[in-house]
């Protein structure tokens, strides 16, 4: 120990010695690894520990599975879950919830809040307790119980102002009274339903209980002690394949997949891009060590009469090896502590970025510290890559040949062959690392950039969006409902800035598509399970004008198109192409199930529209029904003005509260926001991505910038021997620039050879591009020749500047 220490006092009094040197080397380490501390931060955050609850590891999710296409969805039927609990004797415990938003009325303006309506035994299963009140018993969960309610500690504390008396008190949602129970802690969510502000039981009516088609029921489960996943897996599809035998109409090719709730709040919350991020910050890192080992080879080259003398006084290789080796973990751990600040400010920008409403999906959205593990991680990611990558340096600067280096008096270093070699491949390393970041980072930005431009289906300049939900209790009958958004949408078409308004049931960029299943009039019925599936929405007439979306054939909604009316629908211009591929679908009929069984006729075609991401979107069948045939409580009015959004919004929320003043409002927002919002994510690690490209394509131009000037300090006398015989300086230029350009080329090769291999992760995130594309790759391969030709230019312009006299003089 006593070595070790007085190794690293020497170690700290070399490095000061050289402040540059030193300074150089920590900075280049500084952002390689604050870079990785950064992105680990989230990658602990929301993959490696994203649930607090105890024995998480036996929290599973249950997905619904088509056996026949192997595709899952998250939702599940209330009467397939029943018969699970009923049945089922691998889990402790099965809960079902599903998300809501409620109209939140009394102690302040009516607010329409987040919440869940989730079973009784929801709280139990995750192992989680209220800090005020109590959790919900089986007697809140049935039919006609009396409403109960439980709340979040932020509702808590906003709306309620932290009444330590809350418990019992009587609250308005919906426009109905509820009883608040509990209070949650505040570091309570469910990842998979996003942020949520308050809890109620499901209360499932028999109707419900007994419904096989609606599949909007989220489930999940805690195992027995001891009882691993594949038995759960086993015993839940054994009694779907009976109810598949019992309900064939309904739950053919119908069974489960089970995920441990961590894999499954990865799979819902899109953990990939994280993770990219995470490999391209360690691929950056890598650079960096490259960097730093090569220098450190040449400040171990420079040395060799230092470590000569050492030797000959007594030193072995091995004192000689931990010697060189303990200053270079001292500079990665200086590195690493440096690194931290950097990687505070890369975490601030990140969590700046994301927009409130997207931070509240996640558990850990907002809440990403610099806490203990990530400082762990930092410090023994330094110390490692500073063992690693320091011993080469090490193992080079220790092969001495005592005699020689002695009897040297120029006191010039010139190294040896394995030094030279590792430098070189150091160089080949950074250049194919580079090369890895800046194609996946191109193909980011370039897929980004074409996803932006890329015509919606609809304009989404000038357009505001503001969603509404009715309550039950007070808007009971359709025509109440449609009284109030007729007369909403009238007032708000009185308003000086409107050039047009309309309503839609699912506004495009929403949180979801809701479909059903249909079928065509006259044609034979398709087998159980093969019933093609439609998006669908409800709209008013000038729904289509408001968005500006284009009427490609037949004719528009009208005041006629009535509840006593012929039930008429919209088609896309998607589903016309596949249904009817060589008929005009106008008068056709199509049969679905709303209410009761419903033959629509279809008046007209409208241009498809893209209602979800760019970035997983396919062209679907999409209907449109008319909101006076089939009013609906949930609508979003959509506002095409022409004056400055923020006064519109003030008017657009007095408008609907002149209707109805307890009515909740939510954001009133253009739509270009909620389209960007939707987008975050994406823009994010683009520009993460293209960040670190540079960083990248820097430190590795720093790289060969430095071998190439080291070979230059290390061949000054056969430079100048070969001026003095006559060389000219195109020829010395030659010299430099070739060397550094056959690493640069080898580098860029094996870096094309990485890049092809590594955008096969990117795929799932590339929209109108391949992730082979020749342009990209060819680009970035150019780009990176000319940075290595521009870092080989200065070593080459100081070869040629060389004075033979002064090269030669020691020889």
């Not at 001495?400 to 062959?417: E, F, I, P, Y």
């Not at 062209?619 to 979003?636: C, I, L, N, T």
């Not at 003005?641 to 939510?666: C, F, G, K, M, Y």
Request: net charge neutral; glycine share 8%; hydrophobic share 50%.
């Amino acid at each position: 120990m006593g070595t070790l220490i007085q190794d690293m006092r020497f170690a700290v009094r070399m490095l000061l010695k050289n402040p540059g040197f030193t300074a150089v080397v920590v900075l280049t380490l500084a952002l390689g690894i604050g870079a990785n501390t950064a992105i680990f931060s989230f990658v602990n955050a929301w993959i490696i520990n994203p649930l607090p609850y105890p024995n998480s590891a036996r929290l599973i999710e249950i997905q619904n599975l088509d056996t026949k296409t192997g595709l899952t969805d998250n939702g599940n039927a209330a009467a397939d879950f029943h018969d699970w609990q009923l049945q089922s004797k691998d889990f402790d415990e099965l809960a079902a919830w599903n998300s809501n938003a409620f109209n939140l009325a009394g102690d302040g303006p009516p607010e329409r809040v987040i919440g869940m309506r989730v079973s009784w035994n929801f709280f139990q299963t995750l192992g989680a307790k209220p800090f005020l009140g109590r959790a919900f018993v089986q007697s809140d969960d049935v039919e006609g119980a009396p409403h109960v309610v439980i709340l979040s500690r932020g509702l808590w504390e906003t709306r309620f102002a932290s009444d330590p008396r809350i418990v019992g008190r009587q609250i308005k949602i919906g426009g109905e009274s509820y009883s608040v129970v509990g209070v949650m802690p505040a570091n309570f969510q469910l990842p998979l339903a996003g942020r949520s502000n308050l809890w109620t039981p499901l209360a499932l009516t028999q109707k419900e209980l007994a419904d096989r088609t609606n599949m909007g029921l989220y489930a999940m489960g805690r195992l027995k002690p001891g009882v691993p996943m594949a038995s759960a897996q086993a015993e839940l599809s054994a009694i779907m394949a009976q109810l598949e035998k019992a309900y064939p109409k309904t739950n053919t090719n119908s069974g489960v997949l089970l995920l441990s709730l961590k894999d499954a709040i990865g799979q819902e919350a899109g953990n990939q891009p994280i993770l990219i991020l995470f490999w391209i910050v360690g691929f950056v890192l890598l650079i960096a060590c490259a960097n730093v080992a090569n220098l450190m080879l040449a400040r171990a080259t420079g040395r060799t009469k230092e470590l000569a003398i050492r030797s000959a006084l007594g030193a072995g290789r091995y004192r000689l090896i931990r010697q060189l080796l303990t200053e270079t973990v001292i500079v990665f751990i200086a590195g690493g502590a440096v690194g931290v600040f950097f990687g505070y400010w890369w975490l601030g920008w990140i969590e700046a970025a994301i927009p409130t409403r997207i931070k509240g999906y996640l558990l850990n959205y907002g809440q990403v510290p610099l806490d203990l593990s990530t400082l762990a991680y930092t410090f023994c990611l330094a110390l490692f890559a500073g063992i690693i990558f320091g011993l080469a340096p090490a193992l080079s600067g220790s092969k001495l040949d005592v005699n020689s280096m002695l009897k040297d008096a120029s006191g010039r270093a010139t190294g040896n062959r394995s030094g030279s070699r590792l430098r070189s491949a150091f160089v080949i390393a950074e250049v194919a690392l580079a090369v890895v970041i800046v194609v996946s980072s191109a193909l980011m930005i370039r897929s980004f950039v074409g996803i932006t431009r890329a015509y919606p289906g609809f304009k989404q300049e000038n357009v505001l969006v503001a969603d509404l939900s009715l309550p039950k209790a007070k808007y009971k009958s359709p025509a109440e409902i449609k009284s109030f958004y007729d007369q909403v949408l009238d007032r708000v078409r009185a308003l000086p800035q409107v050039a047009s308004v309309g309503a839609s049931q699912q506004v495009p960029y929403d949180d979801c598509c809701m479909t059903l299943d249909v079928t065509v009039v006259g044609r034979p019925a398709p087998d159980p399970g093969q019933v093609p599936g439609a998006r669908y929405s409800i709209v008013t007439p000038e729904y289509f004008k408001a968005m500006e979306i284009s009427l490609l054939k037949g004719r528009n909604f009208s005041t006629a198109d009535g509840p006593s009316s012929m039930p008429v629908v919209i088609i896309n211009q998607e589903m016309a192409r596949q249904f009817w591929p060589h008929e005009d679908p106008i008068g056709q009929k199509l049969h679905f199930h709303w209410d009761d069984e419903v033959d629509a006729t279809i008046v007209g075609i409208v241009a498809d529209v893209r209602m979800q991401s760019a970035i997983s979107y396919h062209r679907d069948r999409e209907m449109y029904v008319p909101f006076a045939q089939a009013p609906s409580r949930a609508m979003g009015i959509v506002v095409r003005s022409t004056a400055d959004h923020a006064t519109l919004a003030d008017a657009i929320r007095n408008a609907i509260w002149s209707v109805d003043s307890e009515q909740p409002v939510s954001t009133i927002q253009p739509l270009e926001s909620v389209i960007a919002e939707e987008y975050t994510g994406y823009s994010i690690v683009s520009q993460l991505m293209g960040y670190f490209s540079i960083l990248g394509l820097f430190l590795g131009a720093i790289g060969i910038y430095g071998v190439m000037a080291f070979m230059v300090a290390q061949r000054t006398s056969e430079i100048g021997i070969r001026i003095a015989l006559g060389a000219q300086p195109g020829q010395i230029m030659r010299l430099v620039v070739g060397r550094g350009l056959w690493l640069a080329g080898i580098g860029i090769a094996l870096g094309i050879v990485g890049a092809l291999a590594m955008t096969r992760l990117l795929v799932f995130m590339l929209a109108g591009i391949s992730p082979h594309d020749p342009v990209t790759f060819t680009g970035v391969a150019v780009l990176i020749a000319a940075v290595s030709l521009a870092a080989c230019y200065i070593p080459a312009r100081r070869a040629m500047r060389i004075d033979p006299i002064a090269a030669v003089r020691y020889e």
